[in-house]
């Protein structure tokens, strides 16, 4: 591998938690990987000094306010960085030439458009944006086949489960003797708490999840195991599984990250510390290693390793996703869209933790799925969700 130019890549969502992991590993290797853009929401000073740093040849803000103010500061500072603003840059960045690797980590919905244009243009796709692939899961694994992209799971139980499978599964789980998939979860921070001591916490306690640093959105996500459940989706996808072949284990300690049973009694579990950096490591690097700057597993620090299943009585997120999956159709699209307008208002402090399932489940009761033939019906099917969660709030003030 020395012996070849750098690695172009593209970090959508670079000043995210995942993105700036993504820049960590990538600045340990600069003979392997070199960064052609880096793509952000609103963070310009965050994205200002990365650019420093990294030297993409573009940038990206959603923005044009936004665009302008790095374009000034950039030239001040005499980088050569082109800056441009809105969707169409972002799919630009995503599928453009140059780009070998594109990092899919821009949270939630707005995510979708540029990782499709980063599958569709067969590039190496590291898949953190797990929103995208629950919203279009067909769509976006029929264009994966089609356009010859190599789609790793960036999502650290999807890059475990990635790790214990072998790698040809052209006959699918079932030809390779694999029979469940065990899908590990922290628990989140209410774990063992009971239903009605859930409805008065705060956003500031959803957030602090007790072993794993990570965006505000799929913080909530995990302390209301709808990440569970997004994940559950994403790995029927990724995996060609059934639901019912997805057992998530509760296990607090996150060490071992993700499991797979095979017909003759084995389970391979990946097992690390809870850092991110290694399955971004893993994706960028598949099928060579390199180091991600994570500390090596002290399994006598570890000490011992629990598991318990889930309680879908406290947290009915995890039921909801089940059935959207079975359901089928837009049912994901509809979950994914009623959940992101519902975390957003808890987070405002528009609405309290436990109604986040109350309007997910009133807004799937409301759209029943249709197939989700192509991109403008799971979109359609997006926003109709997302202004029928937006009624139950003004509802519910
Ligand atoms: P984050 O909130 O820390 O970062 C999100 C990034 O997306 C930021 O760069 C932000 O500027 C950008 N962004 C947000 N809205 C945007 C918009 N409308 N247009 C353009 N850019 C926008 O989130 P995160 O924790 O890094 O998570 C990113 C994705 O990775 C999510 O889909 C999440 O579910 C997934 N993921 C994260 C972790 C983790 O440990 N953080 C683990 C597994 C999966
Ligand atoms: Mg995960």
Known sequence: SSARPPQRVTVLGATGSIGTSTLDVIARHP???????????????????????HRPAV??????????????????????????????????????????????????????????????????????????????????????ARHDAVLLPIDSEHNAIYQCLPPDRGDGLAGAGVTRLLLTASGGPFRGWAP??????????????????????????????????????????????????IQVVVHPQSVVHSMAAYSDGSVIAQLGNPDMRTPIAYGLAWPERIAAGVEPLDLFQVARLDFEPADEQAFPCLRLAREAMRAGGTAPAVLNAANEVAVAAFLDGRLGFTAIAEVVE??????????????????????????LADQRLSLAR
């Open 362 to 387: 009133a807004v799937l009761d409301a759209c029943p799925a249709v197939p989700a033939d192509s991109l403008e019906q799971v979109l359609a099917e997006d926003a109709r969700a997302r202004r």
């Open 31 to 53: 003979e392997r990987y070199r960064v052609h853009a880096l793509t952000a929401g609103t963070r310009r000073e965050a994205l200002l000094a990365q650019c420093r740093v």
């Open 196 to 245: 009605d001591a859930l409805a008065a916490v705060t956003p500031e306690q959803a957030c602090a999840h007790p072993n794993w640093s990570m965006g505000r959105k799929i913080s909530v996500d995990s302390a209301t195991l709808m990440n569970k459940g997004l994940e559950l989706i994403e790995a029927c996808w990724l995996f060609a599984a059934r639901p019912e072949q």
């Open 59 to 144: 940038a990206v803000l959603a923005r044009e306010a936004d665009a302008t103010w790095l374009r000034e500061r950039l030239a001040a500072a005499d980088i050569a960085t082109e800056v441009r603003a809105g969707e169409a840059a972002l799919v630009e960045v995503a599928e453009a030439g140059e780009v070998e690797v594109v990092m899919a980590a821009i949270v939630g919905a707005a995510g979708l458009l540029p990782t499709l244009a980063a599958v569709r243009a067969g590039k190496r796709v590291l898949l953190a944006n797990k929103e995208a692939l629950v919203m279009s899961g067909a769509l976006f694994m029929d264009a994966v």
